[in-house]
């Protein structure tokens, strides 16, 4: 046999080596990442829902989903273990990055609006609506349409609707 024959079997077999050694690899990241749990780290399971660790037996896992409330689940059922900021971020609403960054006035000049000013924007608006008014308005429809359309009935000698049938 020639290598051109043998070629294509040498292409798949490669191929299906290399998907397998993928898929093998995510097991072990997978099975790392179960094996490094502690009881107290928050947890989300492949249904998506999130949880905190409360004890870890060989093929199980105990569960505290809500305060008082315990759930035992497989190992392979955790999806992630997450770093304690991320769980409070989620579970919590805890974000201590928004709190820094909030932006305050120096006075309250700002977040008020006076009756002069109010009084000034109700000229103004009165003011534009009469000029507006006063402008002539734009002829929207089509001339030459309008007179297509009556010259189109009066081409064949029929009007709208007319037709040969007796």
Do not use: C, W
């Given at each position: 046999?020639?290598?051109?024959?043998?070629?294509?079997?040498?292409?798949l077999?490669g191929a299906?080596?290399?998907?397998?050694?993928?898929?093998?690899?995510?097991q072990?990241?997978?099975?790392?990442?179960?094996?490094?749990m502690?009881p107290?780290?928050?947890?989300?399971?492949?249904?998506?829902?999130?949880?905190t660790v409360?004890?870890?037996?060989?093929?199980?896992?105990?569960?505290e989903v809500?305060?008082?409330?315990?759930?035992v689940?497989?190992?392979?059922?955790?999806?992630?273990v997450?770093?304690?900021?991320?769980?409070?971020?989620i579970?919590h609403?805890?974000d201590?990055?928004?709190?820094?960054?909030?932006?305050v006035?120096?006075d309250a000049s700002?977040?008020?609006?006076?009756?002069?000013a109010?009084?000034k924007?109700?000229?103004?608006?009165?003011?534009?609506?009469?000029s507006?008014?006063?402008?002539p308005k734009a002829?929207?429809?089509?001339?030459?349409?309008?007179?297509?359309a009556?010259?189109?009935g009066?081409?064949?000698g029929?009007?709208?609707?007319?037709?040969?049938?007796k």
């Amino acid at each position: 046999m020639s290598i051109v024959t043998l070629l294509p079997f040498i292409v798949l077999i490669g191929a299906m080596f290399l998907m397998t050694r993928s898929a093998k690899k995510k097991q072990q990241a997978a099975a790392q990442m179960r094996n490094e749990m502690q009881p107290g780290t928050g947890v989300r399971t492949i249904g998506g829902m999130y949880a905190t660790v409360k004890e870890i037996g060989d093929e199980t896992v105990l569960l505290e989903v809500a305060p008082g409330v315990h759930a035992v689940y497989a190992k392979n059922s955790i999806g992630a273990v997450l770093e304690d900021s991320e769980y409070n971020r989620i579970v919590h609403g805890d974000d201590p990055e928004s709190d820094t960054d909030a932006v305050v006035p120096d006075d309250a000049s700002s977040l008020t609006e006076t009756a002069e000013a109010s009084e000034k924007d109700a000229v103004k608006d009165a003011e534009t609506a009469e000029s507006e008014d006063a402008a002539p308005k734009a002829d929207l429809t089509k001339k030459a349409d309008a007179a297509e359309a009556g010259t189109e009935g009066q081409k064949d000698g029929k009007a709208d609707g007319e037709t040969d049938a007796k």
